[in-house]
């Protein structure tokens, strides 16, 4: 989040932070599922404008993304 650039871990690193934790009884709550469900309600996407979108090509899926969460996730603007 800092610089305004958001990086989600990758599953084989979330997953892996799991089974580093299976002595845990919590452990499951860790996983990837569960990660990514509460990375999602912690957004608010907006997606970029047609025009960004025409000039730099950009491909998304707004479904992977969460709304109305307190951070903010969004494309700049032109």
Request: aromatic content about 12%.
């Given at each position: 989040?800092?610089?305004?650039?958001?990086?989600?871990?990758?599953?084989?690193?979330?997953?892996?932070?799991?089974?580093?934790?299976?002595?845990?009884?919590?452990?499951?709550?860790?996983?990837?599922?569960?990660?990514?469900?509460?990375?999602?309600?912690?957004?608010?996407?907006?997606?970029?404008?047609?025009?960004?979108?025409?000039?730099v090509?950009?491909?998304?899926?707004?479904?992977?993304?969460?709304?109305?969460?307190?951070?903010?996730?969004?494309?700049?603007?032109?």
């Open positions: 989040m800092n610089a305004m650039y958001l990086v989600r871990p990758t599953v084989a690193e979330v997953d892996a932070w799991e089974a580093i934790m299976d002595g845990d009884s919590g452990a499951k709550n860790w996983g990837w599922d569960k990660v990514y469900e509460n990375m999602k309600k912690s957004e608010n996407f907006t997606g970029p404008t047609d025009e960004l979108s025409t000039y090509a950009i491909d998304y899926d707004a479904s992977s993304y969460g709304s109305g969460g307190p951070m903010q996730v969004s494309y700049p603007a032109l």
